[in-house]
């Protein structure tokens, strides 16, 4: 049984950085590849970034540029570098692997919150 245990979500103002983690666990033997997702009420899930077993990476639209994948020699650890983060990317992150002969895994998924806060009052008076 294979598991996937990802970590690295938060909340982060507008343009900030956050790298996401995901680790495969149990009996592996390959994965045709590792890929993250992104969901969120009412939405489809929606392809973040991915990376095959030969190294050939996509990422969606709305994160290339702004977004890095890559994972480790093994090919057990996946991280997502995400710069310039903005509220649109918002989300719920799941790990995805794949093997050749088409089992698929899902991490339980990671909450990502891009958001400046509700602000605090400051008050100066003489």
């Known amino acids: 049984q294979v598991q996937l245990i990802e970590s690295g979500g938060g909340l982060v103002q507008p343009g900030g950085s956050l790298r996401l983690s995901c680790t495969a666990s149990?009996?592996?033997?390959?994965?045709?590849?590792m890929a993250w997702y992104r969901q969120r009420p009412g939405r489809q899930r929606e392809l973040v970034a991915m990376i095959s077993s030969r190294g050939n990476i996509n990422y969606g639209d709305s994160v290339e540029g702004r977004f890095t994948i890559s994972r480790d020699n093994a090919k057990t650890t996946v991280w997502l570098q995400m710069n310039n983060l903005q509220p649109d990317d918002t989300d719920v992150y799941y790990c995805?692997?794949?093997?050749?002969?088409?089992?698929?895994?899902w991490g339980q998924g990671t909450q990502v919150t891009v958001s400046w806060g509700q602000g605090t009052q400051v008050t100066v008076s003489s």
């Open positions: 149990g009996t592996i033997f390959s994965f045709s590849y």
């Open positions: 995805s692997a794949a093997t050749p002969w088409g089992e698929a895994y």
